[in-house]
């Protein structure tokens, strides 16, 4: 079957830095992506990977690893409104988008 | 960037009465769009894909009589809970792609519609 597996729950500190990670078995694989959730709201499109390698955009990147079915999200000097929950998805062989569970992000002073 | 708008974002109904969101993409043209529902803690979950001019495509375990979903042209799609019971209370969201992204482009999200029934 398919799955995406991503830690439920992370804690980390105002100004530091946090990476969230995301290991996948899918069938076939057209990309990955990483969207940000506040409760409440609809997701928003952070990254999208398809090749091996990271990904910069200020103050996130995301890291694939095709032949390790792996990612990671990476957030630098965190800030307060960054507390959110983080969707690591995976587009299938038929483009399907097969959703993991979230990780709920807490942020602390 | 591209943007999609759903409505209404919060409602509230009475057991029995049937529901209708909106999605809309506001700047591009979408031939497919995505409903999907998240439960609190949860992840999303696909229910449809729904396809302008045609029928709805109905994930495994979706009642098709119970959600239906209407794609009438290239920036709207509706989702209509019929007989709505309070399990069906749950937060609603579509979502469509730029189709000049291809087909790993951006998916856009509407704003999403909380439903409670009563």
């Known amino acids: 079957g398919q799955n995406i597996d991503q830690p439920t729950e992370m804690t980390a500190t105002e100004g530091a830095i946090v990476q969230i990670n995301c290991t996948y078995q899918?069938?076939?694989?057209?990309?990955l992506f990483w969207y940000q959730q506040h409760a409440g709201e609809a997701p928003t499109f952070l990254s999208y990977?398809?090749l091996d390698g990271l990904e910069e955009k200020g103050r996130f990147s995301s890291f694939l690893s095709r032949s390790k079915g792996y990612s990671y999200l990476l957030l630098k000097e965190l800030q307060m409104k960054d507390s959110a929950s983080y969707l690591c998805a995976v587009s299938d062989s038929n483009y399907q988008l097969i959703w993991g569970a979230g990780t709920k992000l807490i942020i602390k002073p | 960037g591209a943007v999609v708008s759903q409505h209404p974002s919060r409602v509230i109904c009475k057991s029995g009465t049937s529901v209708k969101i909106e999605c809309r993409s506001l700047d591009f043209q979408a031939t497919t769009m995505f409903w999907y529902r998240q439960f609190p803690k949860k992840s999303l979950m696909l229910m449809a894909t729904?396809?302008?001019?045609?029928?709805?495509?109905?994930e495994q375990g979706v009642e098709k009589d119970k959600f239906l979903i209407n794609h009438a042209s290239l920036t709207l799609s509706t989702l209509t809970v019929t007989s709505a019971h309070p399990e069906d209370s749950s937060f609603y969201i579509c979502?469509?792609?730029?189709?000049?992204?291809?087909?790993?482009?951006?998916?856009?999200f509407g704003e999403g519609s909380r439903l409670t029934v009563l």
């Open positions: 729904s396809n302008e001019g045609s029928k709805a495509t109905y």
């Open positions: 990977n398809v």
């Open positions: 899918t069938s076939g694989f057209n990309g």
């Open positions: 979502s469509a792609r730029d189709e000049q992204g291809g087909e790993t482009g951006e998916l856009f």
